[in-house]
């Protein structure tokens, strides 16, 4: 039994295409459509190999001994599986999981809540578990090492705490940025699994065994070119397909082929090596408008009519890791591999383009951006 909790929080966008079509964050549709395609059992998980065996591991173990596992933190970029490796967890377990996230924990008593209706052996997952607020964490400390809280009654002077025993469960947290975690809570979780990107082979698994749950037709070659475009992401690698899948549907006769396939995506604006629209623009207007840079942040941002913080967040991150884009101490500069993605012909070396250019400081007029 899946039970989700949201006490409190941000309104979720329903609406799929005002999202990028290669972004990986999880839109209400994503989330609706992705219930349908997880793998239930970790023999059934595509990639992550390490992290599999690992998890086989602390899970067999805990089932030998009779007793829960010990808290887990999964760890990664958003999309690669944290939440379904957290639903195989409980159905592994034979427990049923009670889901919630940080941004919905604003209190303590938001938490206190959660906590006091867990069943013994129940997996809690808490997704974006770095943002959950100050108080609800120092909460989840005792929780976790002492399975206890201190509910507090009353205010000032004649507040008092009254302790309430909790059954034994297992944490589960998931996190895009282990590094904003305060040393306390990640040191109370016993097993990190980090997740990394997957290949465009383990990919096209993916996209052959979600079409084969969709009752999709699709040709191999296709499932690896759309596994290909997807930036080493499940998630975009699903939406992907089930674009391609409208395309077919109206335009190409029902099956997926290759031609219809690179059709899609011609559609969708997902070039060969997975960028979009606004990924181009970006690469365009630093080497037409700007010779390849170096230019600053906030002045790139405008020049592609967008907010500074969606071209460092949304954008840069990938083009970085792609090497088409580098970020200096005076600035963002076009590499040479952006050049010749965009079929322009690159300036002449000089100064600009120094040794500087995987420097991931990134500063902007003095400043750290």
Known sequence: MIEHS????????????????????????????????????????????????????????????????????????????????????????????????????????????????????????????????????????????????????????????????????????????????????????????????YTAEELSRVIARSAARLEIEIEAKSAYEIASRSRGTPRIANRLLRRVRDYAQVRGGGAITMESTLEALTVYEVDPRGLDRLDRAVLHALCTKFGGGPVGLSTLAIAVGEETETVETVVEPFLVREGLLGRTPRGRIATPAAWRHLELDAPAPNSAHDSTLFDVSGREDGRFT
């Open 6 to 197: 949201h006490v409190s929080g941000e309104s979720e966008e329903s609406n799929e295409t005002l999202q990028r079509i290669i972004g990986a964050e999880a839109g209400a549709l994503d989330r609706a459509a992705e219930g349908a395609l997880r793998p239930r059992e970790l023999a059934d998980f595509v990639g992550q190999k390490k992290v599999r065996e690992q998890l086989s591991l602390v899970l067999d173990a805990a089932s030998m001994r009779g007793t829960p596992p010990e808290h887990m933190l999964l760890s990664g970029p958003p999309g690669l599986g944290k939440t379904t490796l957290a639903m195989i967890i409980a159905h592994e377990l034979g427990s049923p999981l009670k889901i919630t996230s940080g941004p919905a924990v604003q209190h303590a008593g938001d938490l206190a809540a959660i906590l006091s209706s867990l069943e013994e052996g129940e997996v809690l997952f808490i997704d974006e578990i770095h943002r959950l607020a100050r108080p609800a964490e120092e909460m989840l400390y005792m929780a976790m090492e002492d399975f206890r809280v201190d509910v507090v009654v009353g205010k000032g002077v004649g507040a008092t705490a009254i302790p309430l025993e909790l059954p034994p469960f297992t944490a589960v947290g998931a996190t895009t940025r282990a590094g904003m975690l305060p040393s306390p809570l990640r040191d109370r979780f016993g097993f990190t699994g980090h997740l990394d990107y």
